[in-house]
């Protein structure tokens, strides 16, 4: 049971790393883009982007690919 919570904790930081990997290399534009596209809005919330809450999570069943 541990060895598998280790592995799939892993499995995830790995995505994570992935993710923000992805969006660090977004220009400005694409930056914009993708926070219209996960709010709604191209603009910050009131308060900044420390106020943005943004779950990331599969869709769909796991696959090896």
Do not use: M
């Not at 995830?12 to 694409?30: G, Y």
Request: glycine share 6%.
């Amino acid at each position: 049971t541990y060895i598998f919570i280790k592995l799939c904790i892993s499995n995830i930081f790995f995505k994570l790393r992935q993710f923000w990997s992805v969006f660090n290399e977004f220009n400005d534009e694409q930056k914009k883009l993708f926070l219209k596209f996960t709010t709604g809005t191209d603009r910050c919330p009131h308060g900044g982007l420390s106020e943005l809450k943004l779950t990331i999570a599969r869709n769909g069943p796991d696959t090896e690919k």
